[in-house]
């Protein structure tokens, strides 16, 4: 008998387990469903189109790539970061709630807004048209939850890399 419920458990921990029970530790504990729950409140479906149409070409491209190339992360007045696809993100020190995103040719792919920069916080990501393509809620400053517009569970970071629901690496920051 005690073969059989060990049997029933470990059966349903592999087979059902892995796709409902995703846990990420932060300050607080946070599951899929709890992450999804704060991500979705007052959700901001939208972003101006003037902020995009003021950033749709980096106006420091030379400057960023040479930094990024350098391996520098901090100038002036602005953060900068690489991604493994290729892109690579601009943040400006005078507001430090956009974030901008663009590919290897210095033209904006997304554009992030963070809703607070106390942990945990939320950021939309959108396309160059201002429409939600992704939310990310951090749960601290190591574990990011990545969800679609309608809800969908796609993915989630662990301090600089990025794995598939399945726990495949999808990406890294550089």
């Keep these: 008998m005690k073969k059989a419920v060990l049997f029933l ?99 904006l792919v997304n554009v992030g807004k963070r809703v607070s920069l106390k942990m945990p916080t939320k950021c939309y990501k959108y396309d160059t048209n201002g429409r939600l393509e992704l939310i990310l809620f951090y749960a601290s400053e190591k574990y990011t939850f990545v969800f679609l517009p309608d809800g969908q569970f796609v993915a989630y970071w662990v301090d600089d890399i990025c794995y598939d629901k399945n726990g495949k690496i999808i990406g890294r920051q550089l």
């Design 9 to 107: 458990i470990m059966f349903f921990a592999i087979c059902i387990g892995p796709s409902y029970s995703y846990t990420l530790k932060g300050e607080v504990t946070y599951t899929v469903e709890r992450a999804r729950k704060e991500a979705f409140t007052n959700v901001e479906y939208s972003l101006p189109q003037s902020i995009i149409d003021k950033n749709i070409k980096d106006p420091n491209f030379k400057e960023n790539i040479k930094a990024i190339k350098l391996g520098a992360t901090e100038l002036k007045n602005r953060y900068v970061g690489k991604f493994s696809n290729g892109e690579y993100i601009v943040v400006y020190k005078n507001n430090l709630s956009y974030e901008y995103y663009y590919n290897f040719k210095g033209n």
